[in-house]
Structure formats: C-alpha cells, structure tokens
C-alpha cells in the first residue's frame, strides 16, 4: 500500500476490503473517521449524517473542564450528561453505565468527548440503547477510540468486553496539540506495546494456548508505529504533524483489535501487568498509557530473558488446585473479600486445563525464536523512544511504590485467559520474586523502571 498512513487511517473503505476476504476475521465497523486539522468543524455535518429521525444529541463526557468539550457544546444543539465524579475520575464500571444510559435514554446519537475510558463508556451506553456513537477524542492518549470493545470493571478487575464500533471518529490535531502533554506522550507509551504484545500473540500459538494469531492483523498494527517512534521529539514539541502521525498510528492499532476480536495484537504482559497497578489502587491518576510504556520496555527485556533460558529449559505445569490457590492468594492482597480472586480465578482456569496440549516448547525454539525476533525490538529503543518524548521512564513518577509494582509484575499473569511471555517464564521456573527484582535491576541500568 503507497498510501500514507495518516490516509490510510481516514480511509476506513480501503482498510475494510482489505480484510474482508478473510473470513476469520471480524468486519471493520468503524463507520469513518476524520483525521487532520480543524476537522472539529465539520461535526455537525457528521453528527447529522448518522443521526436517527428521532431522538436529541446527547454529547457524554466526564465533569473536568476542557477547551474541546465547550468547542463541541457549541456546535452542537445537545444536551450535556456529564459521567464520574467530581473528582473527574470517571470508572467504566456498572453502575457507571446504567447511569449514563439511564440519562441518554433519548438518545438519536451519542457525541463522546474525551479519554479512553469515556470513550469505552460511550461504546458501552449505544451498544445498551442501541443508537449511533461519534467519538471526538480530546487526546492522543490510547489507542482504543477506533475499536468495538471497551475496557470494564467487573468485580474490580479489568475485563475487555465487546461493545460498539464508534460510527465515526474525530480526531483534530488542533485539539491533541491542546490536550496536556501528558496524555500525548501516554498514547506514544501504549503504542509502545505493539513491539511487545503481537509477540505474546505469536507465542500462545506456538504453545498451542491461542490458535488465533493473524499475521496481517499484526501488520496493520504495526504498519504507523515505527513513523510515530520517530516523532517522538515532535509529539514532545508538540508539533502538529507528529501528532498526525501519532494519532494515525494509535488508530490503525485499535481497528487492528477490532478485526482481530480480541486486544492482543496492542495487549500482553504489559497490559496485564498495568491493569493490576490499576485494580490495586482505583483511586491512582496514573495514566494507562504512562504506565504501559514503561512496562513495555520490561516486557522487552522479560522477553530477553525467556528467548535465552528456553532452548535448554524443562517446563514445570502445577495442577490446576495449586494454581487456584495461587491465584486466589495473589489477589487476597488487594480484595480480602475475594471477589477479585474469583473472576480472576474464572478466566484463568482455562489456561491450565490445555497445557497438556503443550508441545515440546524447548525443541521447537529454533524455529520460533526465528519467528517471533522480527517482532520485538530491544528494550533500549523502546526506553530511548519514552526519553525522547519527555514520558515518564519510573513507575515510581506515577505515584506507583516498589511493592505495588512487584506484587503486580510478580502476578500479573494470574489474571485472565492470556498467554504472555510472563506465563511462560513462570512455566520454565524464571519468574519469581527474586527474577522480578533481577527483572528490576536490567531495567535500571537503562533508566526505567521503578
């Protein structure tokens, strides 16, 4: 494809016959999507184009006050429902949702204006009231904005659930080079985990966990990424068409999510160990993507690690009682009551119940290890790339203490139905506390870290 990516993100037609032949993937239903300065302008346009005969604009955002949320008020004849507290913490939890669909109950479109968890909650309320959603992203901050899923709470543990594909996607670089600074560089640490997660992917096939994978899947994810590392001192500056290309990347990685039905071409250990950082502490600021940066430079180098010791290493596979136990004791730290522990239990049961469909992980390294080397990059790029930006490079800069983030590394793959490079370096005997604070160590040296 000659196209640019930026193009390419705006043209959703040409994205959705390029993958409407295979049949094992999910069809694109992301309706649009306007990318490029002063597009804000042209949202009473969209909002009419896909609005219902009947019905009121409903615009959905949390209670903080931003420049674009008064811009879209403006132009739009809507009525306001504000989500969250006054704390302008929004959760995408239940009782959030019903909330929210209760109040747009007369709803003949759904303008979402803000971060990634409104964005989630939009998808949620006009998936339940069934009416047509236009996302208008404040920030570069995620690369969830384009996809038909949302990131919830159920019993306190991040679930990924499938939702709505927006109808159509705003994305005005006026107003991401307006967002705080922040929340671009969060999008550039979430885009990070593309050189991390489509791995993880690759590896629960190989380990006969996850038959899923899809190369061309993994393409598209990746097809923006390396543009938007390089304009990483633009996104830092500011710089409108850094921001372009940070944007253009981050969606081509959510509509690579959507097509594949599930988040793991933008989603593995990284992922699981920020969700456990977030079920730890609700009430935190950090942002996701701060968070998912860092972690994917650990991920990078767990995956260093694992690549050395598997070619010579015997696999340990604990009964499924041990490992409930494990699990549950694991998540008793932050949920005494154990609710946590159950729905963690509940997804990740299932993992244990194929691992005697495992092959022989130590004679077929070779030939993965040939494989999945394309798809990752050294941790000292990942962390140059994070320095660049001006992006946090410590947990401990997002308000995470030392022993959160070992409690979180150390068990982060107890939490769901997800083979990552971190199961298997539990399986080969290499990820235990002393490997998390060994892990710690490498990265350190290389300035991230705790």
């Known amino acids: 494809m ?12 040409a994205l959705r016959d390029r993958f409407a032949a295979d049949e094992a993937l999910r069809p694109i239903g992301l ?4 990318l490029g300065a002063g597009v804000l302008e042209e949202l009473p346009a969209v909002v009419e184009e896909v609005r219902g005969a009947d019905g009121d604009v409903v615009v959905l955002a949390d209670r903080r006050p931003m420049t674009v949320k008064a811009d879209v008020l403006g132009l739009l004849d809507g009525r306001r429902v504000d989500i969250g507290d006054d704390g302008f913490h929004p959760h995408a939890d239940a009782a959030t949702i019903d909330a929210a669909v209760a109040t747009a109950d007369r709803a003949g479109v759904v303008v979402s204006v803000g971060s990634g968890t409104v964005t989630d909650i939009g998808k949620a309320v006009c998936a339940r009231l069934d009416v047509p959603h236009v996302v208008v992203q404040s920030a570069a ?9 949302s990131v919830l709470l159920v019993d306190g543990v991040k679930r ?52 899923s994978y899809a190369q ?53 250990m990284e992922h699981t160990v920020s969700h456990l950082l977030e079920m730890a502490d609700p009430a935190s600021t950090a942002l996701h993507g701060a968070k998912v940066g860092i972690l994917s430079v650990l991920a990078a180098l767990l995956w260093e690690r694992v690549r050395e010791a598997a070619p010579g290493a015997t ?7 041990s490992m409930e136990r494990r699990v549950r004791d694991a998540f008793a730290t932050v949920d005494p009551g154990g609710a946590m522990g159950q729905e963690c239990w509940r997804d990740y049961a299932r993992k244990p119940a194929r ?30 790339a994070l320095a660049a930006a001006g992006a946090p490079l410590r947990l401990s800069e997002l308000g995470i203490d030392a022993p959160t983030a070992h409690w979180a590394l150390l068990h982060c793959h107890l939490m769901r139905d997800r083979f990552t490079v971190a199961d298997l370096a539990f399986l080969l005997g290499v990820w235990e506390a002393d490997d998390v604070e060994s892990l710690l160590d490498d990265a350190a040296r290389i300035g991230v870290g705790l």
Do not use: C, K
């Not at 901050?141 to 899923?149: Q, W």
């Open 216 to 268: 061309a899947v993994v393409d598209l994810a990746r097809e923006h990424v390396d543009a938007a590392v390089a304009a990483a001192p633009g996104i830092r500056a500011g710089e409108p068409a850094a921001l372009e290309d940070l944007a253009a990347a981050l969606t081509l990685s959510g509509v690579s999510m959507g097509v594949a039905g599930r988040t793991a071409p933008g989603s593995g």
């Open 355 to 384: 691992w005697a469909a495992m092959p022989d992980v130590p004679s077929g390294w070779a030939a993965f290890d040939a494989e999945v080397g394309p798809l990752l990059a050294p941790a000292e790029r990942l962390a140059g």
């Open 160 to 211: 990924t659930t499938a939702t709505r594909w927006p109808d159509r996607l705003v994305i005005d670089t006026g107003v991401l080079a307006d967002a705080p600074l922040a929340l671009n560089q969060a999008g550039l640490g979430d885009l990070l985990a593309t050189y991390t997660a489509p791995a993880d992917w690759l590896l629960a096939r190989f380990v006969a966990q996850d038959g």
């Open 141 to 149: 901050s995620v690369n969830g904005f384009a996809d038909g899923e």
């Open 2 to 13: 000659t196209a640019s990516a930026p193009a390419v993100a705006r043209d959703i037609g």
């Open 31 to 34: 309706g649009g999507v306007l």
């Open 315 to 321: 696999l340990r596979l604990p009964d499924a009682a």
